[in-house]
């Protein structure tokens, strides 16, 4: 045995028989990848769970598939959709205008604004959405004349509150108010989030102050804040289903007074779970391709789209299905699957 | 003897009770190249910074070709200026950052093409043009469409010395422009910095470099304890200080 040690290879040799040298030629010796037993016992198991599920939603009488398929396209649910959509984009733009103005309140040098501002997003984060709509739906009970003049002074003009904010002017107001407090915090934390030494030489080249926001900075912000940002334009569409309480026909609200006269509940709170996945589906993807463009000049190769990596990846399973049938060739450094 | 273009008088500079400049005064004449020697913390980075106003002074005042920096005088007053107006007297003061600072989300073009059109108004055709110009002179035409970062280190500070001189600027401000960089590549930058010293550019280096200043400065200033310890041309500076200090941090580099 003690001549054998002398010419073992490195590394645990077989039980038993000691294994010869390792060849001088590595083509000659086979790769055999590592098999994951349990791997494959959990993906199974949760294959199984996941197609007893499938199975249920299309066999289960209670779905009620074919009231589903009848108001899914139906016209008022088109119409509800696109409610939803209006109040969710409106309250976006206004809701980040107000937010970035509110955000630069907070980072200017004046203690006034500043407290203006921190005062805001305390309180508008405090009050739940649904009881500041509400407050908002009675308005007219708050002020039921708004008019131009000078402060607590003569007014020149005036109307009547409830004549000029109709009830979606007051979900869209209470909407945005709401969702300026979050946004400024966003854009805060974006604009933080910018290197100082970016300011610095921005006023060293004597550029405006607010073309260096507009240029210099909020571009820079925008990778920190869009993720946020995503979800937070997510959750405010989903967020306008609680504007049912002011009776405006968006989709939550109409899904209700249909299910209320025909007592179909579950496929009606499947068309609007329906409407709400797809609308959702679609901001991410925009989302996505918004994040791309404000990544320019972050790294310096950008990463591939889905779509680029999807040809890229077929064309790798072309290039393995071709190289099969050849000699196997081991230590070949595999290639980078991105 | 040409006119001083940077005139710095008694400047004191404090950052709550840390006294980083106490009394330095500097003047610099036009087309000269002076050179800012010290240890740090010795408040050479500070003095700089205070030359374009990114820091305001406690005491003292500075000014470039005879304008007051951040202050407007009448009388015996000193009215600070608002911020637009300190932003204008900046286009007259270029400044190289030791981390370049340059703008990463626009092209190198873009980064060149920006000053001169927010701060001066130029039309961007124009601008463009004098871009181009001075990215061939920093010799990096080829590199105007790519990003910042697909540059290496010695490349972003060349393309941050063609931004500081698209301002076209009376004096060109240097914050240790080497420091940040890999020894191979602190040459090409140096390299560049001579050939504007050369054309008779009116600058002031805050560096490390020794060879540098030996080669290139007019004036060797050297700082210690936020003053000026000792000034005047690199032989005498350089070989035969008179000061106990400066001979202590000169065996200590050389």
Same mark, same amino acid.
């Not at chain 2, 422009?177 to 602190?186: G, I, K, M, R």
């Given at each position: 045995?003690?001549?054998?040690?002398?010419?073992?290879?490195?590394?645990?040799?077989?039980?038993?028989?000691?294994?010869?040298?390792?060849?001088?030629?590595?083509?000659?010796?086979?790769?055999?990848?590592?098999?994951?037993?349990?791997?494959?016992?959990?993906?199974?198991?949760?294959?199984?769970?996941?197609?007893?599920?499938?199975?249920?939603?299309?066999?289960?009488?209670?779905?009620?598939?074919?009231?589903?398929?009848?108001?899914?396209?139906?016209?008022?649910?088109?119409?509800?959709?696109?409610?939803?959509?209006?109040?969710?984009?409106?309250?976006?733009?206004?809701?980040?205008?107000?937010?970035?103005?509110?955000?630069?309140?907070?980072?200017?040098?004046?203690?006034?604004?500043?407290?203006?501002?921190?005062?805001?997003?305390?309180?508008?984060?405090?009050?739940?959405?649904?009881?500041? *709509?509400?407050?908002?739906?009675?308005?007219?009970?708050?002020?039921?004349?708004?008019?131009?003049?000078?402060?607590?002074?003569?007014?020149?003009?005036?109307?009547?509150?409830?004549?000029?904010?109709?009830?979606?002017?007051?979900?869209?107001?209470?909407?945005?108010?709401?969702?300026?407090?979050?946004?400024?915090?966003?854009?805060?934390?974006?604009?933080?989030?910018?290197?100082?030494?970016?300011?610095?030489?921005?006023?060293?080249?004597?550029?405006?102050?607010?073309?260096?926001?507009?240029?210099?900075?909020?571009?820079?912000?925008?990778?920190?804040?869009?993720?946020?940002?995503?979800?937070?334009?997510?959750?405010?569409?989903?967020?306008?289903?609680?504007?049912?309480?002011?009776?405006?026909?968006? *989709?939550?609200?109409?899904?209700?007074?249909?299910?209320?006269?025909?007592?179909?509940?579950?496929?009606?709170?499947?068309?609007?779970?329906?409407?709400?996945?797809?609308?959702?589906?679609? *901001?991410?993807?925009?989302?996505?391709?918004?994040?791309?463009?404000?990544?320019?000049?972050?790294?310096?190769?950008?990463?591939?789209?889905?779509?680029?990596?999807?040809?890229?990846?077929?064309?790798?399973?072309?290039?393995?299905?071709?190289?099969?049938?050849?000699?196997?060739?081991?230590?070949?450094?595999?290639?980078?699957?991105? | 003897?040409?006119?001083?273009?940077?005139?710095?008088?008694?400047?004191?500079?404090?950052?709550?009770?840390?006294?980083?400049?106490?009394?330095?005064?500097?003047?610099?004449?036009?087309?000269?190249?002076?050179?800012?020697?010290?240890?740090?913390?010795?408040?050479?980075?500070?003095?700089?910074? %205070?030359? #374009?106003?990114?820091?305001?002074? #406690?005491?003292?005042?500075?000014?470039?070709?005879?304008?007051?920096?951040?202050?407007?005088?009448?009388?015996?007053?000193?009215?600070?200026?608002?911020? &637009?107006?300190?932003? &204008?007297?900046?286009?007259?003061?270029?400044?190289?950052?030791?981390?370049?600072?340059?703008?990463?989300?626009?092209?190198?073009?873009?980064?060149?093409?920006?000053?001169?059109?927010?701060?001066?108004?130029?039309?961007?055709?124009?601008?463009?043009?004098?871009?181009?110009?001075?990215?061939?002179?920093?010799?990096?035409?080829? &590199?105007?469409?790519?990003?910042?970062?697909?540059?290496?280190?010695?490349?972003?500070?060349?393309?941050?010395?063609?931004?500081?001189?698209?301002?076209?600027?009376?004096?060109?401000?240097?914050?240790?422009?080497?420091?940040?960089?890999?020894?191979?590549?602190?040459?090409?930058?140096?390299?560049?910095?001579?050939?504007?010293?050369?054309?008779?550019?009116?600058?002031?280096?805050?560096?490390?470099?020794?060879?540098?200043?030996?080669?290139?400065?007019? %004036?060797?200033?050297?700082?210690?304890?936020?003053?000026?310890?000792?000034?005047?041309?690199?032989?005498?500076?350089?070989?035969?200080?008179?000061?106990?200090?400066?001979?202590?941090?000169?065996?200590?580099?050389?």
């Amino acid at each position: 045995m003690a001549s054998t040690t002398d010419t073992a290879p490195p590394g645990p040799a077989a039980p038993g028989a000691p294994a010869p040298p390792l060849p001088d030629d590595p083509a000659g010796l086979k790769v055999v990848p590592a098999r994951h037993y349990a791997r494959w016992v959990a993906a199974v198991a949760v294959v199984v769970l996941v197609a007893q599920f499938t199975h249920g939603l299309a066999t289960n009488p209670v779905w009620e598939w074919d009231v589903f398929r009848d108001y899914v396209l139906s016209e008022t649910i088109v119409q509800a959709v696109w409610v939803t959509l209006q109040l969710t984009a409106y309250a976006t733009v206004l809701g980040f205008l107000l937010g970035t103005v509110l955000a630069f309140m907070r980072l200017s040098r004046s203690p006034v604004l500043q407290t203006v501002a921190w005062t805001y997003i305390w309180i508008f984060r405090s009050i739940p959405m649904i009881v500041q *709509l509400v407050f908002w739906f009675n308005l007219s009970a708050l002020y039921d004349r708004l008019g131009f003049g000078i402060p607590f002074g003569p007014v020149f003009w005036s109307v009547d509150s409830n004549s000029i904010i109709g009830t979606i002017g007051a979900a869209v107001i209470g909407l945005t108010l709401h969702q300026a407090a979050y946004a400024a915090e966003i854009v805060r934390g974006g604009v933080l989030a910018v290197d100082e030494g970016q300011l610095e030489a921005a006023a060293a080249l004597g550029i405006p102050r607010l073309r260096q926001i507009r240029r210099i900075v909020l571009p820079q912000a925008m990778r920190a804040i869009l993720p946020t940002a995503g979800n937070e334009i997510i959750g405010l569409l989903k967020g306008t289903s609680v504007v049912y309480v002011m009776s405006i026909g968006e *989709l939550f609200y109409q899904v209700q007074v249909i299910y209320g006269r025909n007592g179909r509940v579950i496929p009606l709170l499947l068309v609007a779970t329906a409407w709400y996945v797809v609308l959702t589906s679609l *901001l991410s993807v925009v989302q996505y391709y918004v994040e791309r463009r404000y990544a320019r000049g972050a790294d310096r190769t950008p990463p591939p789209t889905p779509l680029q990596r999807a040809r890229r990846f077929v064309r790798t399973l072309r290039t393995a299905a071709a190289q099969r049938n050849r000699p196997v060739v081991p230590f070949k450094p595999l290639g980078d699957i991105r | 003897m040409s006119d001083v273009m940077v005139d710095v008088r008694g400047v004191h500079k404090s950052f709550g009770p840390l006294e980083v400049l106490r009394g330095v005064d500097l003047r610099v004449r036009a087309g000269e190249v002076t050179v800012v020697l010290g240890p740090s913390g010795s408040g050479k980075s500070t003095l700089l910074r %205070t030359i #374009n106003h990114l820091e305001k002074v #406690n005491r003292g005042w500075i000014s470039i070709d005879g304008e007051l920096i951040g202050y407007r005088r009448s009388g015996n007053r000193l009215h600070e200026l608002k911020e &637009k107006d300190v932003l &204008k007297q900046r286009t007259h003061i270029g400044f190289v950052f030791q981390n370049f600072n340059l703008f990463p989300h626009l092209t190198v073009l873009d980064n060149l093409v920006e000053a001169p059109v927010a701060a001066l108004r130029r039309p961007r055709k124009e601008a463009v043009g004098t871009a181009r110009r001075l990215l061939a002179r920093v010799g990096l035409a080829d &590199k105007a469409d790519a990003y910042p970062r697909q540059l290496s280190g010695g490349q972003q500070q060349r393309v941050a010395i063609a931004r500081a001189l698209a301002l076209e600027p009376k004096v060109l401000l240097f914050d240790e422009p080497t420091s940040a960089l890999d020894p191979e590549l602190v040459g090409e930058v140096l390299d560049v910095i001579k050939d504007l010293a050369r054309t008779g550019t009116t600058m002031i280096v805050v560096t490390h470099e020794i060879g540098f200043a030996r080669e290139v400065a007019d %004036t060797v200033v050297f700082m210690d304890g936020g003053v000026v310890v000792e000034q005047g041309p690199p032989s005498a500076v350089l070989d035969k200080p008179q000061h106990e200090r400066t001979r202590a941090f000169l065996s200590k580099v050389l």
